[in-house]
């Protein structure tokens, strides 16, 4: 299976949003989608910085929804 976390290339392990940071998560799950993995892709998005229950179900519905969008077959 593969870890969805975006990051901005900090040495901390800021697991954002995917989409957030500077990494290629939309290029990575569009080659994940392209090829013959059939393994399962798990959103690992930190919300610890969230203020509140509905800020933290909104960055997990948003994590979702890029992985739906990019991971599309």
Do not use: N, Y
Not at 31 to 60: C, H, I, M, P
Request: glycine share 6%.
């Amino acid at each position: 299976h593969v870890h969805l976390a975006d990051s901005t290339g900090s040495p901390k392990d800021e697991h954002l949003v995917p989409g957030r940071g500077t990494q290629p998560c939309a290029e990575f799950l569009h080659e994940v989608a392209a090829s013959s993995f059939s393994g399962e892709v798990v959103v690992e998005v930190s919300t610890r910085k969230a203020a509140d229950l509905q800020e933290r179900e909104a960055d997990l519905l948003e994590a979702l929804a890029f992985a739906r969008e990019h991971a599309a077959r």
